[in-house]
């Protein structure tokens, strides 16, 4: 069965400083890594995803198949990215394409 | 706004009772996925539809069921309410079922509340 896994509920961090949101997974097979992200009073966006390594709004998340985590990364936080994030995976293209979620992690940026 | 709508943003009901909620997805798209979103569950993934066909089920109760319209809308009814069930259900839509890169897109939610 495939799971999607987020230690931390809650994450705090200073403006300026790294973060590091994890997020490891369990999956027979190739999946797509997604990241979605929930700010105060909007729906879910998609942040990125690992096919296409691309940066958005400075955050990276590679996929390491050998640790099963696509962990999202910033070097440098902003108080705008005070959000929830959820890492989510789904089948490769043939199977069911419904997404499978991790519980999410509430990150602060304190100012 | 093209991108994905849905109705009612509050539903406030009674355990026994049965609702329905709406969903319109983004121009174009002929996916819709229904999620729900709980304390004590997280996300889950409860049904797919793509043009107008049921195409894939996860965790959804026989009290509630879907369709999609030949309009490409789609509703969910719930059933014979629980206090369990107070939730927020998401909608989502894609281009396509199938293919790499296929992006869902969420809608705001609706919040149902069981009293």
């Known amino acids: 069965a495939q799971r999607v896994t987020q230690p931390e509920k809650l994450l705090s961090v200073f403006k300026g400083a790294p973060v590091e949101l994890k997020c490891n997974y369990s999956?027979?097979?190739?999946?797509?890594l997604f990241w979605y992200v929930q700010y105060s009073r909007q729906r879910l966006q998609l942040l990125l995803r690992?096919?296409s390594r691309e940066s958005i709004k400075g955050f990276t998340a590679d996929l390491n198949k050998g640790e099963t985590s696509f962990h999202l990364k910033k070097p440098f936080a902003q108080e705008e990215d005070s959000a929830m994030y959820y890492c989510?995976?789904?089948?490769?293209?043939?199977?069911?394409?419904?997404?499978?979620f991790g519980s999410g992690t509430q990150l602060t940026v304190l100012p | 706004d093209s991108g994905v709508t849905q109705t009612p943003k509050h539903l406030i009901t009674a355990t026994g009772q049965r609702v329905t909620l709406r969903c319109s997805p983004r121009?174009?798209?002929?996916?819709v996925y229904w999620y729900q979103q709980s304390l004590d569950q997280g996300l889950q993934f409860l049904i797919q539809?793509?043009?107008?066909?049921?195409?894939a089920k996860g965790n959804i109760l026989e009290r509630f069921s879907a369709q999609q319209f030949p309009d490409l809308h789609s509703e969910l009814n719930l059933s014979s309410l629980e206090l369990g069930d107070s939730a927020l259900y998401f909608c989502?839509?894609?281009?396509?079922?199938?293919?790499?890169?296929?992006?869902?897109?969420f809608g705001p939610g609706t919040r149902l509340t069981v009293l």
């Open positions: 989502a839509s894609s281009a396509f079922s199938a293919g790499v890169g296929d992006t869902q897109y």
């Open positions: 999956y027979s097979g190739s999946p797509e």
């Open positions: 690992h096919i």
């Open positions: 989510a995976l789904r089948g490769p293209s043939g199977s069911a394409r419904q997404l499978t």
């Open positions: 121009s174009g798209d002929l996916s």
């Open positions: 539809y793509y043009n107008g066909e049921e195409r």
